[in-house]
């Protein structure tokens, strides 16, 4: 279950794309995935909107389940804390919990970032994608 949990954190994480100290609340705006190939085909993809709110869905990599998230978040610096409001599986994200990401570096391939509650050598790379390639919105259209 921790696995799957992280796994959902990365994913509303990555939705973002410099180094820390030099992000604008723009460059946490949009579309990400979650990849094991270096972004080449992603199982997740994260979204994050202006008006304070995100999403995320995909598929737990090796058969796990398809999941979807709704979210909120704040952003202070280069730390997005995010809180979910609607989940499709509440054993695993439930309502109510918070994550909190400091974002390292933009790259080309997208930004690199960890997790607050993880081990701070744990650096985690999430990739630019477009909405177009999200396959798993239906899945939180139905939240």
Aim: glycine fraction near 10%; hydrophobic fraction near 30%.
């Amino acid at each position: 279950m921790k696995h799957f949990r992280i796994l959902l954190i990365a994913l509303v994480a990555a939705s973002c794309s410099t180094t820390a100290g030099d992000f604008s609340p723009k460059d946490f705006i949009g579309v990400s995935c979650s990849s094991k190939d270096g972004g080449k085909t992603c199982f997740g993809y994260g979204e994050r909107y202006e008006n304070g709110t995100e999403d995320a869905c995909g598929r737990i990599p090796n058969g796990g389940p398809e999941f979807a998230l709704k979210l909120t978040y704040e952003i202070s610096g280069s730390t997005v804390c995010s809180t979910v409001v609607k989940t499709s599986d509440s054993r695993t994200m439930p309502v109510g919990d918070k994550f909190c990401s400091v974002y390292l570096q933009k790259n080309v391939d997208g930004m690199t970032y960890r997790f607050t509650d993880d081990d701070s050598t744990r650096i985690r790379q999430g990739y630019l994608a477009k909405r177009s390639d999200k396959w798993c919105q239906h899945l939180i259209d139905a939240l």
